[in-house]
């Protein structure tokens, strides 16, 4: 499964619910009060995925409600968070 990973210009994390620590992971990102910006992490496997398929599957787990999401590079969501307020600085490896 892909990992959450710390990036240049995150600036909180969301940790688990007390109880839930062996099963939830730490989520780090960048917030800036109108957008949340994650990074993650593929596997060897699930980039050699990726790479066959040209395909990323998401999830939310929330029920019925379904919140506007933007899966791209960052140069893409850097531009795209610029509109909504302060975004991220340019990352080392892009």
Do not use: Y
Request: negative net charge; aromatic residues 10%.
């Amino acid at each position: 499964m892909a990992t959450a990973v710390p990036f240049e210009g995150s600036n909180f994390t969301f940790t688990a619910p007390k109880g839930d620590e062996d099963r939830v992971r730490d989520l780090p990102c960048f917030i800036n009060g109108n957008a949340i910006v994650t990074c993650w992490e593929l596997t060897p496997e699930e980039f050699a995925s990726v790479v066959a398929t040209g395909k990323i599957w998401v999830s939310q787990l929330s029920g019925r409600s379904f919140h506007p999401m933007l899966v791209s590079d960052a140069r893409t969501i850097r531009e795209v968070v610029a509109d909504t307020g302060k975004t991220f600085p340019r990352q080392e490896r892009e």
